[in-house]
Nanobody
């Protein structure tokens, strides 16, 4: 059984910063790409940032220069450092990981989500 557990969400004022964490646990043979998505009320879930197994990163245009994704493979954890936050960043943030659950089997897993609210 594989689980992704997120932490670090909360309420922050515009211009502030937050760091989200997502730790994978369970029967893990290896982890490929790890990513953060978000879903605002009434909107579709969107990709925010992704880091591959070789640590190549990519970001949505709306967060470039403000957010930074990183991973610690020794802890099976992905981070999202968010700075210069705007009210439009308000959403539930979900992590996703492609996890090898066997020598030849890879599956995608989602975390439960963590709320980020940017408001004065």
């Amino acid at each position: 059984q594989v689980q992704l557990v997120e932490s670090g969400g909360g309420l922050v004022q515009p211009g502030g910063s937050l760091r989200l964490s997502c730790a994978a646990s369970g029967a893990i043979f290896g982890i490929g790409a790890m990513a953060w998505h978000r879903q605002a009320p009434g909107k579709q879930r969107e990709l925010v940032a992704i880091v591959t197994g070789s640590t190549t990163t990519n970001y949505a245009d709306s967060v470039k220069g403000r957010f930074s994704i990183s991973r610690d493979n020794s802890k099976n954890t992905v981070y999202l450092q968010m700075s210069s936050l705007k009210p439009e960043d308000t959403a539930v943030y979900y992590c996703r990981a492609d996890i090898w659950v066997g020598a030849t089997k890879i599956q995608g897993y989602w975390g439960q989500g963590t709320q980020v609210t940017v408001s004065s």
